[in-house]
T-cell receptor
Framework: EAQVTQNPRYLITVTGKKLTVTCSQN?????MSWYRQDPGLGLRQIYY???????DKGDVPEGYKVSRKEKRNFPLILESPSPNQTSLYFC???????????FGPGTRLLVL | RKEVEQDPGPFNVPEGATVAFNCTYS??????FFWYRQDCRKEPKLLMS???SGNEDGRFTAQLNRASQYISLLIRDSKLSDSATYLC??????????FGQGTTLQVKP
């Protein structure tokens, strides 16, 4: 089954404790991205990757890092989480034809 | 001005009603356009792409007006299962997608 998986689905952590949210897709898509969704602000892009070893900042990259060492995985790293990073995070991968973005199930993060 | 703007609603309509959502975008060079559906903070899913000539998928019709920079979604014969948030999405350039805040639809019996 074609899918995007994220782990963990739920995470409660404390300020400053480094964490990684994993993302994996099995559709051989080149393009992957990370979003955060907050009430009243909608979905905002954090980082995206056009291919292996090619990443770029989205609209809200501060406080986040990503890497793309292999096509299927695109982890999101919070080196020193802060409470303003409490949010719902979605990973996505995109097919070219037809042009469709597939989202993972989301990760709910609470930073205390 | 936001890059993609939608009326957040909520739109409360009875079953069987026809409802229309509009969305405006600011970047005239935008290349492609989509409507996504999101249920109750679950992941968004593609509803339909929007083509210049307009396109229809069952009860759903999407239209694009490049001159006025707006996109519309029409839902005919609304079902209870259509209740969701509808996201307007614009691709201004390669690698970038901009999401509107979403329009909430509640279909009531």
């Amino acid at each position: 089954e074609a899918q995007v998986t994220q782990n963990p689905r739920y995470l409660i952590t404390v300020t400053g404790k480094k964490l990684t949210v994993t993302c994996s897709q099995n559709m051989n898509h080149e393009y992957m991205s990370w979003y955060r969704q907050d009430p009243g602000l909608g979905l905002r892009q954090i980082y995206y990757s056009m291919n292996v070893e090619v990443t770029d900042k989205g609209d809200v990259p501060e406080g986040y890092k990503v890497s793309r060492k292999e096509k299927r995985n695109f982890p999101l790293i919070l080196e020193s989480p802060s409470p303003n990073q409490t949010s719902l995070y979605f990973c996505a991968s995109r097919s070219r034809v037809p042009e469709t973005q597939y989202f993972g199930p989301g990760t709910r993060l609470l930073v205390l | 001005r936001k890059e993609v703007e939608q009326d957040p609603g909520p739109f409360n309509v009875p079953e069987g009603a026809t409802v229309a959502f509009n969305c405006t975008y600011s970047n005239s060079a935008s290349q492609s356009f989509f409507w996504y559906r999101q249920d109750c903070r679950k992941e968004p899913k593609l509803l339909m792409s929007v083509y210049s000539s307009g396109n229809e998928d069952g009860r759903f019709t999407a239209q694009l007006n490049r001159a006025s920079q707006y996109i519309s979604l029409l839902i005919r014969d609304s079902k209870l299962s259509d209740s969701a948030t509808y996201l307007c999405v614009v691709n201004p350039y390669r690698g970038k997608l901009i999401f509107g805040q979403g329009t909430t639809l509640q279909v009531k019996p």
